[in-house]
């Protein structure tokens, strides 16, 4: 079992920066993949960014490239997603998920099986 909850989330303005967490508890990294995952009003949950073995591959959607960087602080079991230049497009529920033992960093969200409850991140233009 893996449990997941993330934090971080607020009111910000375009051109800003937020920090997510996403403290897990019940397993290590080592052997899992975790993402980034946005889901906006009207709209499917969408990738935003993944990260696997210790950080040593990570993935990024397009719109983010440049702007959002993930990364693990392993010592705290905690996932991050760094977010600068933060656009209202960017308006979202952000939610964090964790793959089962030896998952693949994929962009696809039935490929992680543990979720968090997800924060809410808002861009003011």
């Known amino acids: 079992q893996v449990q997941l909850v993330e934090s971080g989330g607020d009111l910000v303005q375009a051109g800003g920066s937020l920090r997510l967490s996403c403290a897990a508890s019940g397993r290590t990294f080592s052997t899992i993949a975790m993402a980034w995952f946005r889901q906006a009003p009207g709209k499917e949950r969408e990738f935003v960014s993944g990260?696997?073995?210790?950080?040593?591959?990570?993935n990024y959607a397009d719109s983010v490239k440049g702007r959002f960087t993930v990364y693990i602080d392993n010592a705290k079991n905690t996932l991050y997603l760094q977010m600068n230049s933060l656009e209202p497009e960017d308006t979202a529920v952000y939610y964090c998920?964790?793959?089962?033992?030896?998952?693949?960093?994929?962009?696809?969200?039935?490929?992680?099986?543990?979720w968090g409850q997800g924060t809410q991140v808002t861009v003011s233009s």
């Open positions: 990260i696997r073995n210790f950080g040593q591959n990570t």
């Open positions: 998920a964790a793959s089962r033992p030896w998952g693949t960093l994929t962009t696809q969200h039935p490929g992680y099986f543990y």
